[in-house]
């Protein structure tokens, strides 16, 4: 104990950090019986491997090998060194290990979430594509509306995010990947399917609408475009006639006359092809928006989300 008490202050006097490598080549020395036998299995020539035992005894201010015409034995407090030195090899191994896993995980697995209109009108293809660029990567999608998606990045739960909403989610990083429209749309029966002018800004800032949940991107984009175009507390925020959680539940209430809403023109292209619904003009108010990809940490994501990200056409 008295040995290991003099090592330790000896340490502390002498200052420095020992470097693994180092490290590595005492334990090897000690067990091979030979500076020279360890050098050679680390690639090292007798010189270089004497500098740095020279070094770390210098470092911990103690003496560590004894040398000999037979080769090199741990000295009394190089055996104890000896010792901690595999602790501390075995630890680094482990983080090693550990890492490694860590990689190749991040390397094969990617999380994604998604807001609605993006899941499912735009992400299949875009997923499609990137699985014959990356066969190798799994994808997993969470399909949330646009604020659960920034949280969740902020969070660092996902990799990647897709949103929908009029401005970047704070504290992520952004890339615009698409564009899209809003539409008014209502039912064939509904008086302002029968309209020969469009509709004003103000009128639609004060009906009544079948709306997405506030969070939802559809719902910003569109409040902020009233906003923008609309000078009056009128329109500070939407006056929904009911509040739906999905597109789908959005499109099948206008289709049974709850009343008008707004939808991407992604989402009831179908149904204005077939005459399903019918769209409404408006005028005074600017509904095209921009689709990013957000995520949390440096200017560009590591791979392989950069991979997906450039398969999109981002910078």
């Known amino acids: 104990m008295r040995l290991a008490e003099r090592a330790a202050r000896s340490g502390l006097a002498a200052g420095g950090t020992p470097d693994v490598a180092s490290l590595e080549l005492l334990v090897l020395a000690a067990r091979r019986g030979s500076l020279s036998r360890a050098?050679?299995?680390?690639?090292?020539?007798?010189?270089?491997?004497?500098?740095?035992?020279?070094?770390?005894?210098?470092?911990?201010?103690?003496?560590?090998?004894?040398?000999?015409?037979s080769g090199s034995r741990p000295s009394p407090a190089g055996r104890l060194v000896v010792e901690w030195a595999g602790n501390v090899l075995e630890a680094m191994a482990g983080l090693r290990q550990a890492a490694a896993a860590l990689r190749s995980e991040a390397q094969t697995h990617l999380r994604v979430a998604a807001s609605y209109t993006v899941a499912e009108y735009l992400l299949p293809g875009w997923l499609a594509a990137f699985h014959r660029l990356r066969p190798d990567v799994a994808v997993s999608v969470d399909v949330v509306n646009s604020a659960q998606v920034g949280?969740?990045?902020?969070?660092?739960?996902?990799?990647?995010?897709f949103v929908e909403c009029h401005d970047a989610p704070a504290g992520l990083r952004a890339e615009v990947v698409a564009t899209d429209e809003l539409v008014v749309v209502v039912a064939p029966d509904h008086p302002w399917a029968r309209r020969r002018r469009p509709l004003e800004a103000a009128a639609l800032g004060q009906a009544e609408l079948v709306a997405r949940e506030p969070g939802s991107g559809t719902r910003d984009s569109f409040e902020a475009a009233l906003r923008a175009a609309v000078a009056s507390d009128d329109?500070?925020?939407?006056?929904?006639?009911?509040?739906?959680?999905?597109?789908?539940?959005?499109?099948?209430?206008?289709?049974?006359?709850?009343?008008?809403?707004?939808?991407?023109?992604?989402?009831?292209?179908?149904?204005?092809?077939?005459?399903?619904?019918?769209?409404?003009?408006?005028?005074?108010?600017?509904?095209s928006r921009r689709l990013r990809a957000v995520w949390a940490g440096g200017a560009y994501p590591p791979e392989p989300?950069?991979?997906l990200l450039r398969s999109l056409g981002g910078s």
Do not use: N, W, Y
């Open 235 to 287: 329109v500070a925020g939407l006056h929904p006639s009911i509040e739906l959680g999905s597109t789908s539940a959005i499109k099948a209430a206008v289709a049974d006359g709850m009343g008008p809403a707004v939808l991407s023109r992604l989402a009831v292209a179908a149904e204005l092809a077939s005459g399903a619904m019918v769209e409404v003009e408006v005028r005074g108010v600017d509904l």
């Open 39 to 69: 050098a050679a299995e680390c690639g090292l020539s007798q010189p270089s491997a004497s500098a740095r035992i020279r070094q770390l005894e210098r470092q911990l201010g103690l003496r560590l090998l004894e040398r000999g015409p």
């Open 151 to 161: 949280e969740r990045a902020r969070a660092r739960q996902i990799d990647l995010g």
């Open 305 to 307: 989300t950069a991979s």
